[in-house]
Structure formats: C-alpha cells, structure tokens
C-alpha cells in the first residue's frame, strides 16, 4: 500500500520544506510521523514495504526517507544502496526500536544520514529529524565551520573524517576515536559535542584514563559520598553527572584498569552510576566519546581489554589519519596555526617561502599535528623581522636523497624497524626535553602537551633520572 497525503501533494511547488517517504509496516508508528512532520511543514509520503520504494521513487523525488530497519521479511539496511543509486541527494533517516543501534550504525555505513528511536517522543523525533538534515548541510563546509578548532583540510582522508562526523554528531551513539598520538582525537571529540544537540544542554568534559590512579579514577567518574575514603569529608558529584546532558571524553582509554572497564561498561548498559561507597543507583544521560591510540584489538585478545566494553564503545569508530597520510593539508594547517600564533605573541610573523613549504610537506611529522603546532609557536616566537626561518619551524633536516632525518641533534637513518624507530626517536625526545626544562616535570608535561604522568612512564622505560638534568 502506498499513499500519500493528498493535501500537501496537489501542488508540489508549495511544498516549504521538502517531501519525505516513511516506509514502515507499522500503521501507528507511520500515523504518528506523518501527522508530527505535516504539522512541520513537510509534504508527506507513506509505503508499508520494502518493494513499495521503488514505484515511490518512480513517481516523485523525495528529500528525505524515513527507513525502518525491519520491513517484514525485509531490512531496511539493504533497501539503502537502492535508494541512494536512484536518487543520491535523498537523505535516509532510519527507524529503529531501541535494541537495534548496532543495525542503525551498520545503516550510517552503508550511506544513511542518521536514525531515530521509535521510544522517543514524536516532537522529540521530529526535533531531531531536522537537525539531521541540517547537519548534512554542515557536512558540506564542516572545514571552513570548525576551523576555529584547528580541524582544517581538503585531503580525501579528512573529507572522510567530516562526514563522519556530520553524520555522528547530532546522534547519542557512543564513539570510539582512534589515532596516532597527536592526531586530534580531543578536537573531534570536542567538534561532536559542538554540533550536537548536547551543546545547548549539558557541559563538555575531557579526562585522562592513564592520568589518574585507578582509586582516584573511580570516584572522579562515578563520585563519592562522605567518609567513603580517607580525607573524603562531602559528597563529591563524578564526572558522569557533571555531564549530565552533555558529553564525556574519555581519552586513553586503554589505559583504563580492569576493575574500571566492568563498571564503565554497567553506565554504557544502564544509563545509571553508583557513587562510591553509595548502594544507591543514580540516573544519568551523558555521552561517552573515548579515544585510544593503543590497539585495543591486540588488548583484547591479551586480556588487558574486555571485548564486550571495546564493542560498546566502538558503536562507531573514528581513526584519525597521522599527518603523514595527508600532506597535502600541510599549508592549510601552517597558514592557521601561524595566525594563531601571531594573534597569541602579538606579532605578524609571514609564511615560509614555497620551498620551505616543499621541505615541510616532505617530512614525516612523527609527532603529526601536535608536533606542527608546537614547532609553528616556536618559530614565530624566534622570529625576528618578521620572516619565519625554515630551521626554527622545522627542527628537523630532510634529505632527499637518503631521508636522513636529524632531529634536533637526534639522527633517525632509515630504513628502521617502525619499533626501533619509534624509541630512538621517543627517548632522544624525552632527553632533549629534560634539557631544555632543566629536569622540571611539570614544565616538560606543558611544553610536551604531555601529562606528567605521561612523562613519568617515559624516564622509567629509558632508565633515565630527571635530577640528572637539573
């Protein structure tokens, strides 16, 4: 059976906001939308099954389609290439009940703009309904957008990304961001969090997993009541309800212990938190976005990360691209930071020459975009004419011959095993570092972008003594 709404169809060329299919078998649920989506503005649509699509499509073009995931012995996930092949403009908004995110995230994979849950309420539906059509729009400059968070680019590997994330943002799903340290994984946590509804409702939290003992760890997240440990004289609220209607980040997450993992996965589950040293649930609604740039496959199969919490967090996965991979951003990102950079010291340091540039793009920036960052503030900060010099924005020398790469003093002759490489690199790195700082941890964590604790695993794996240093 397919129908429309005779009254809003008899003219299309008045129709305001666009003209939307809902395929569902579900008479109620179809009565329920049609009616929320007519009183929006929309031109309305209906069809009971799958095979109903196509004579839809053959008579009128649609902005949207409302898509169950279940169409009797149908899947509305496999109607989604058919619909996009046809017409590649139409958005597709799924309809799932709530135990079938994961098939609503298999959905957005295969090209579908985002899903509603049949539990929330119409008006809520229809709120979030047009906030997925807009965020397709965002998709179109998210570079330009959220150029303020330093996320700039035009390589395929970063359209990718905002995509991703225009598709993402305006769900609740839990993300899993992966990454080579330096990568960003923070700015697009904080980038989901900008464009969600949670902007306007609730705060944006960051916490490091590998930061904070694991004692501590537990009441920072799920808080603690009074006298439940030594020195505990009030009841502290966690992060968890800190961010009630707003989103958590929770950055290296493999670096969170066992005994943590197990209640982290109950909040996932539940939606709920106990306190320390309370019997008494509490209810919460807040986001979990986490990030890794561990193997948390690798974790998995040793034991050291449950399985059930890495598919929970991974409803979906973001892996952002090391800078190595998209070069060709470089200039992007060197002509922002160096505004930033003029802006924050007060001065008007100009861009590199083209050659210089070629040099920078030739690089392999082991550090990625942090290392960009940094490098960028110290060359405007030594600039002295207002001309930034090659050897202080890169403190590194490429020669393309051999690719000899001397770092600061530190010599990598490639070809090296990836591992050796990386720990050449890391403790030349951490003692150059201690140099410059004269052993004070604290400032080596600032300069770094590193946290102490960070640094403290670092002198222990290379043996090496801060005091030495001072």
């Known amino acids: 059976m397919l129908s429309n709404d005779t009254e809003s169809s008899k003219n299309t060329d008045k129709v305001s906001k666009g003209r939307i299919l809902i395929v569902d078998d579900d008479e109620n649920i179809r009565y329920l939308f049609k009616a929320k989506l007519i009183e929006a503005g929309f031109e309305v649509h209906e069809a009971e099954a799958a095979h109903e699509i196509g ?28 619909i996009l092949r046809v017409s590649p403009t139409t958005r597709i908004v799924m309809l799932t009940g709530h135990g079938s995110v994961e098939l609503a995230v298999d959905a957005l994979k295969e090209g579908a703009s985002g899903f509603l849950l049949k539990t929330e309420s119409p008006d ?20 330009s957008s959220f150029k303020t968070t330093g996320m700039v680019g035009t390589s395929e590997p970063m359209k990718k990304i905002f995509s991703q994330l225009a598709k993402v943002s305006p769900t609740d799903i839990t993300v899993l961001i992966g990454g080579e340290s330096g990568t960003g994984k923070e700015l697009v946590a904080r980038a989901i969090h900008d464009i969600s509804p ?3 409702t609730g705060p944006f939290i960051a916490i490091n997993c590998g930061a904070i003992s694991e004692n501590l760890l537990e009441a920072e997240l799920f808080g603690s009541k009074k006298g439940s ?19 958590l980040f929770l950055d290296e997450i493999g670096e969170m212990p066992a005994s943590l993992q197990v209640k982290l996965l109950r909040v996932l589950q539940e939606r709920e938190i106990t306190p320390v040293g309370s019997c008494h649930p509490v209810k919460v609604n807040t986001r979990v976005i986490a990030a890794t740039n561990c193997n948390l496959l690798r974790d998995m199969k040793s034991g050291r990360f449950r399985e059930d919490l890495f598919y929970r967090l991974s409803v979906m996965k973001i892996d952002l691209p090391p800078l190595r991979d998209r ?3 470089v200039p992007l990102l060197l002509n922002f930071f160096v505004e930033k950079a003029n802006s924050k010291f007060g001065k ?38 207002g001309e930034m010099m090659l050897r202080d924005l890169l403190p590194v020398r490429v020669d393309g011959v051999d690719h000899e790469v001397s770092a600061g003093g530190l010599s990598l002759n490639l070809p090296l095993e990836f591992n050796d490489a990386k720990e050449t690199f890391e403790k030349g790195y951490i003692e150059q570092l201690l140099t410059a700082t004269s ?16 640094i403290y695993r670092l002198l222990k794996k290379y043996s090496l003594d801060a005091n030495q240093y001072k």
């Open 327 to 329: 070069l060709e951003d």
């Open 124 to 143: 809520s539906n229809i709120e979030k309904f047009i906030q997925i059509l807009s965020a397709e729009r965002v998709d179109e400059s998210f570079d």
């Open 55 to 82: 004579s839809a499509f053959a008579n009128y073009s649609y902005t949207a389609v409302l898509l169950d995931n279940y169409l009797g012995d149908s899947l509305g996930v496999e109607c989604i290439p058919g």
């Open 439 to 454: 052993g004070n941890i604290t400032e080596a964590a600032k300069v770094s972008g590193q946290y102490r604790p960070a």
């Open 229 to 247: 440990y030594t020195g505990s004289n009030r009841d502290r609220k966690g992060y968890f309800e800190t961010c009630h209607n707003g989103t």
């Open 348 to 385: 008007s340091v100009r861009l590199p020459l083209c050659d210089a540039i070629a040099k920078l793009k030739a690089y392999h920036w082991p550090g990625n975009i942090r290392e960009l960052h940094n490098a960028v503030e110290r060359a405007v900060l030594l600039a002295e004419s």
């Open 198 to 200: 949670r902007r306007d």
